[in-house]
Nanobody, 132 residues
């Protein structure tokens, strides 16, 4: 399994960026999975910010820190997920990672789905910087 993120860069506060994560090595139609976006700022723990759970019909979860500003979507035909980030804040600056966990995930709460411990497959990350 390989995950490749792209789309990071420099944005102004209040601006927007769209990140992409393209997966290879598995076919989304053949497996149950959760695909998530995480971020990690210097000196801080890795934070789960959004995920899509195929076991729940593609239900999306968001961390409170990004809810209403970030939107996660998926293009299964391209094996790609996106993170549309709007109203960026300086505190959104971080390295953003996508990750995938395989298997049925029914009745699992948001906190656990956004916890990094359940994910075995990670991308290399893409840097997001936000200028004031």
């Amino acid at each position: 399994v390989q995950l490749v993120e792209s789309g990071g860069g420099l944005a102004q506060a209040g601006g927007s960026l769209r990140l992409s994560c393209t997966a290879s090595g598995f076919t989304v139609d053949d497996v149950s999975y959760v695909v998530a976006w995480f971020r990690q700022a210097p000196g801080k723990a890795r934070e789960g910010i959004s995920c899509i759970n195929s076991s729940e019909g593609g239900r999306k979860y968001y961390a409170d820190t990004v809810k209403g500003r970030f939107t996660m979507s998926a293009d299964e035909s391209e094996n790609t997920v996106y993170l549309e980030m709007k109203s960026l804040k300086p505190e959104d600056a971080a390295v953003y990672y996508c990750a995938v966990s395989f298997g049925l995930n029914i009745g699992v709460g948001r906190q656990e789905l956004l916890g990094p411990g359940r994910y075995r497959h990670w991308g290399q990350g893409t840097q997001v910087r936000v200028s004031t």
